[in-house]
């Protein structure tokens, strides 16, 4: 079944288009939005432009975080406009639903169960079985384009809801649900109708957001229906806001046309600016053409790295979609604040916990421009809302999960010279994280514990998420460090590249399963904490020891209560990005942390499927061992990713865990914050990356097999290269990587360590 | 001049109305709104209904903070929909501004000098010069109703514009400053015109919030204009959203009548919201009627306190408006919120640092229903935005001034008995105040430098407004106590009652000009300050000593970044609401005390303009000597309170000037936060209180005059009353409370001291 859809699929990029690319060249077609749609990927599979505002698709049941629901045993409720990509936790938005259906049934809930569901670049299409109408969606940045073919002319309606949104919880102000806030409807004529709806909650717990629209048909309702809450008003107009859900039914007259296409704008604005958004974005009703230009936007940026042609279908599949995964958010929604007025402006960051690894450094290749557009989005947040966002979603910072990330995203960009930002600005936002504490404001933005921090050199039990608020504010002191320094701050370089010591005030010298010292719980008064209390059983606080595999979250105490944030202290201990050597010293020299790697590895502690530990399959590179990196790395890839459906081990999180399998395939990996790659196994014979300034720089795997999967040496531009890492500014002048492969590894990188604060500092 | 409008104005009142109450019996008669219109009172003089979301005024240039300005050679620049009154700091407010002109100028700017100015409750009325056009005003609670006389039929026109407000400043961003973010104009009909406007800022550097406006015409345009920017565009009927000021010209047809009345709904929900609300409360075009039903809305709330026929006209004009000003905000929003649809909805607390003292225990006697209503809204704010509200305008928290005083307005409530509230849930959002620092959020709610107060005991010189904070805090934590105790939370009762001694730990005993014992600054270290830095000077920090009567602000350091908010250690070192036996004793005794008293008024050390020391004056009371407090009242009203357009002394804030002065008139003065009214000598004859449940109690002033000003003894209900004070249950009972006055004290109040915690609690 699946088979024959990409054949169909294929055709259809035969297609003159307008910006010269051929078949040949098309990176778009390998876009597959349907990997992670199943297990724990959670992603986004309908239409959507790069970085998008606007994200219409199918909305199966009312509680996926994407909308989306593989079961085909789930009814579909409808096609809303905007939602997110591969998150946890509570859904967020699912606004503006519409929903095409048939018969003489004047009811507000229409539901029905999909077949033919099929989904790529800019498209989205299945058939409402119950009444055998194909739905049919692409998308421009700001305006929706919905076509419904219905089975033939007779008893055709769609309803367009402001009501709906995903997540719906009965309970007033459940943790983490949407709620519903307000919502209008007003008919303008036959073929318009507009109005908004408006939601807070959600994940972060945001405050109101409104989404307006304005929806044009290509033909006339014959009669319009609206609704609030559970009645229904023929042939009113207008629904004003009285804090419940409206919207309303468009019913075509027999004579109607099969084909019914509607276009909607959208806007965080108002709804005449979702009119101007869709005269901007669609002047026309061409559902191909937009289809097109949205192919061809992701074929603009998917092109800037091409694989080579031995590269598998699979491969290809796996690494476009990787890409395409890693710019679907956050959403470029400058003109669309409805706070302040300065540009440019983003929302969606969800969350830089998750991005700041490898979803920004992959764009700081692929698109830099772009990535400091990002960068002035977030700085102007700071400004107006007073914190850099650690999470945002509709217009309000939150959650903050660990450590104020954004520090990273800023150091890295300094230190790969992205240009375009005001890096002394952007100081500022980060010496705000590093000293003011956000207080009851904890959960929102900032660094939460930082009294602590600050006076004690570590976050105590007297917060939660101790652990990894220590390690995570300590790399990002290192982040604050590194730009202090190169922008001559030096009382802010000392201070804080000191401070970035602070994780070894949590480092215990015990034991476990073979591996020495971990970040354990510390009191306020400096003890060492070996119990932590659980439940209460009978009047009785239970307690349980705290070992590095203990996980007091969520049995014990909530979710975001643990003392690490969904980790435990086996992968947290991994996590000093900038002093790996310091670990390893720690840890009892290198065979006692190559054992401890292993054993890592090989006992379970390493979680694929979340964010902690993406660096640490590749510390091997630290041992001057890589390739025992490219061994993990290989093994996870072949273990947890594929071109499949279920392709991702977890949520994708705005395309984090996609960009670490990109990465991965061309033999790169980045140490965020920190200006180098680290060079391992690539996946593919050869990558061209157009860097900025329009030069080329390729990885080229000579000799490259399933078998010649070890670097055995190296030459950069055809010169001998040692090093295991690489800089970024010898990536972006351009040149040459060329990795010669074999079956066995040599001595390539021995002796070779990539740089750590201890080593760099002595 | 003003004697002539006054005479016209008493006329009006002999229309019949409705309600059935006669001129004889009419209070609102005696509300002059332009009282505190010159000098520092800041009121707002256009219409409004108590505690009315909708005050349509003029706007005399653009930076007054009602809107108004006195002096007639400034410019009326137009009518726009919404104010504060009484306010300091950068303005809010002032949106959709709408101004009649003639002429043929199609130009958007428009204004003109006014003369025959008047205001009454829920009335204004003015004549702008340029065009000889008489523009009235007259309001319901979410609708205004202007109505403009054209000199002749010919070229008349009105504009309406989204664009305007107040304190507009060209800097991005300046502080308090109120910014533009964007508006929306749409032509309807001939008749119709609606839009928005969109503004963040002001002096609680709120987020942006959305007025959104429906206005209707009772004849029609014979053409329309809109604008956007600084064009004009004809005919075109809508201006969508771009980040830019919009509006809409309105020409009327030279067969115009003379005389054309417009209605105008307001809403911070919609366009459609707005439309509402002008339906609901002005289904008609009687402009009339409007007024006498705001007349009859004031007179029901004034009429809970009656004057007897003795008192003087200028007494009653001074009572009344003081009444009057005190329930103008905050305002009543509920079904208005675009954050959350919780009810009640209160904005602009404005602030309660002002209000708490005598504002909301004035409206406890007057309206103890909607006190309720607003300690609800307060709570709802807690429940969804985190925090209580200090100030909150344009739905946004902003700003602290000193400690968290909504636990005083809670606790007031509490001793009182006041139903309705959650008493429960509200001691857990003062808990809240008293236990989770704000952080970076400090300027907009909890309490700044609560880490120092928890841990020192007092706010070091680390952070701002130490000085006041710790005073304050120390008195909220008595608050806290109070409600705890009454809930039988035990455990914080003796936390913070213990706390509200922490003022001590800032009491210096240092003598100044025979005063012994001062409220100074400490550090974080315990050490005494001495000097404040000021000037950098050359290149070198200026250090000024810092004494009882230093000021630092605003000219060394900030407005708001000094030792004391507004006020001397002179001032402040009074502030102990709750213990005034301790600062006796820590005065050095009564003698001392009273001498203390007595040189900080008679050295103008005190300050009738601000709110620190609305107590002080009848501090007397605690040294037996009630006839020493009302001396100085009397003489504070005699010198400052007046019913002239300058008869307030300071910036009314929302009513607290005016509400001071009317308990003081009536005898009566509240200690907020603690069950008990002071007794001082009234100034006028009698009182007539209508308390909760239909009672009356009365304050009788027997043989009162102007010589016979010195409580000599009292009666309770025919029964000798010994207390200086009397507890609110005991007035709530109702009763007669006679005193018995004459020209010279007795010893009625000797050995009688008020509740102190130190004497309560031995």
Request: glycine residues 10%; hydrophobic residues 35%.
């Amino acid at each position: 079944m699946k088979l024959l859809l990409r054949t169909t699929l294929l055709s259809l990029f035969c297609l003159p288009l307008s910006k010269g690319y051929t078949e040949d060249s098309s990176y778009h077609q390998y876009i597959d939005p349907l990997i992670g749609s199943e297990g724990l990927g959670n992603v986004f599979v309908g239409p959507s432009t790069p970085f998008g505002m606007v994200k219409p698709g199918p909305d199966i049941g009312t509680h996926s975080n994407s909308g989306y629901d593989p079961d085909l045993t789930k009814s579909l409720v409808g096609f809303s406009q905007v939602h997110v990509s591969g998150t946890g936790g509570g859904p967020k938005y699912g606004n503006i639903s519409v929903m095409p259906f048939s018969g003489n049934v004047e009811s507000i809930d229409q539901s029905s169960l999909r077949t033919n569901e099929q989904a790529q670049a800019g498209y989205y299409a299945t058939v409402l079985t119950k009444w055998d109408i194909k739905a049919e969606l692409t998308t421009a940045e700001r305006a929706a384009f919905h076509q419904y073919t219905f089975r033939d002319t007779a008893h055709n309606a769609i309803k367009i809801d402001g009501g709906f949104f995903l997540g719906e919880n009965p309970v007033p102000d459940a943790r983490e649900a949407q709620q519903f806030v307000g919502s209008e409807v007003d008919v303008l004529s036959s073929t318009q109708i507009q109005g908004y709806s408006r939601i807070r909650g959600g994940w972060n717990n945001g405050n109101a957001y409104t989404v307006y629209y304005h929806a044009e048909l290509d033909q006339p309702c014959d009669r319009f229906s609206t609704f609030k809450g559970e009645t229904l008003y023929p042939s009113v107009k207008e629904q004003f806001d009285s804090g419940e859900k409206t919207g309303g039914l468009c019913f075509f007259s027999d004579h109607q046309r099969k084909t019914v296409k509607m276009k909607i704008g959208i806007s965080f604005i108002s709804e005449a600016k979702a009119a101007e958004n869709l005269r901007n974005d669609i002047p026309h009703w061409d559902f191909n053409l937009v289809r097109q230009q949205t192919e061809q936007k992701w074929e603009r940026l998917l092109s800037r790295i091409e694989l080579d042609s031995t590269a598998s279908v699979e491969q290809r599949k796996m690494f476009y979609t990787g890409l395409y995964h890693t710019m679907l958010m956050p959403v470029d929604r400058s003109g669309e604040n409805p706070l302040w007025t300065a540009m440019p402006y983003y929302d969606d960051f969800y969350a830089i916990w998750d991005t700041f690894r490898t979803s920004s450094p992959l764009l700081t290749i692929i698109d830099p421009e772009r990535q400091a557009d990002i960068i002035n989005g977030m700085l102007n947040i700071y400004k107006y809302d007073g914190y850099l966002p650690e999470g945002r979603s509709g217009n309000t910072n939150g959650r903050t999960q660990g450590g104020s990330n954004a520090d990273i995203v800023i150091a890295d960009a300094y230190v790969k010279n992205l240009r375009g930002v005001n890096y002394h600005l952007a100081l500022k936002a980060m010496i705000k994280n590093a000293t003011v504490a956000p207080g009851g404001n904890s959960e929102k933005e900032g660094r939460g514990g930082l009294p602590d921090y600050n006076r004690l050199g570590y976050v105590s039990t007297d917060y939660v998420r101790a652990g990894n608020r220590t390690l995570e504010y300590a790399y990002n002191d290192f982040a604050l460090a590194t730009v202090a320094k190169g922008l001559h701050r030096m009382g802010e370089y000392y201070r804080f590249i000191e401070q970035a010591n602070n994780w070894q005030n949590l480092w215990r010298n015990i034991e476990h399963d073979g591996a020495r010292g971990f970040i354990m719980p510390k009191d306020v008064n400096g003890k060492w904490i070996d119990e932590i209390p659980c439940d209460i059983k009978d009047g009785v606080a239970t307690r349980v020891s705290y070992t590095p595999i203990a996980q007091d979250w969520p049995n014990c105490v909530c979710w975001w209560c643990g003392f690490f944030y969904e980790a435990s202290s086996w992968e947290y201990s991994f996590y000093v990005p900038h002093d790996i050597a310091a670990i390893i010293e720690k840890s009892g020299g290198s065979d006692a942390f190559e054992s401890r790697l292993n054993t890592f590895f090989e006992h379970n502690y390493y979680n694929v499927a979340n964010e902690p530990s993406f660096l640490t399959p590749t510390l091997y590179h630290w041992l001057g061992k890589p390739h025992l990196s490219s061994d993990r790395v290989r093994k996870i890839v072949q273990e947890h990713y594929s071109s499949k459906r279920d392709g991702l081990p977890g949520n994708d999180d705005s395309g984090a865990m996609s960009s670490w399998l990109a990465f991965h395939m061309i033999g790169l990996f980045p140490n965020a914050g920190q200006p180098y790659y680290l060079i391992n196994s690539p996946q593919v014979k050869s990558a061209t990356l157009h860097v900025e300034g329009g030069n080329t720089f390729k990885v080229i795997a000579e000799n490259y097999s399933e078998k010649n999967r070890y670097i055995v040496s190296a030459t950069l531009n055809g010169k001998p290269f040692h090093n295991t890492w690489i800089n970024h500014s010898e990536v972006i002048k351009g040149g040459e990587l060329r990795l010669k492969m074999a079956a066995k590894p040599s001595n390539w990188g021995e002796g070779k360590f990539p740089p750590s604060l201890t080593t760099t500092q002595k």
